[in-house]
């Protein structure tokens, strides 16, 4: 394992209506983000707002749970 060195801004999103995304983040400034909704259980129903999707346009969403957290982590 190495550190690959990419440089990213973090951060969490809460819309209006209370909605939110647990982990979002920008690879360079020109770059989409990314967004991940963090829930434990495989199972559990998770969804990514529509609001966030319609005003960021996301590159890529993926919830993350205890079945791939360690792709998430690893990557």
Known sequence: ???SRISATQFF?????????DYV???GLREAVSAFE????P????????????QYKPST???INSDNFEDFLLD
Request: charged fraction near 30%.
């Open 1 to 3: 394992m190495h550190n």
């Open 43 to 54: 199972k559990a129903k998770a969804k990514i707002p529509q609001a966030f999707l319609d």
């Open 25 to 27: 983040e920008q690879r």
């Open 38 to 41: 963090f829930k434990w259980n």
């Open 13 to 21: 999103w809460r819309g209006a209506a209370q909605q939110e995304i």
């Open 61 to 63: 969403t993926k919830v």
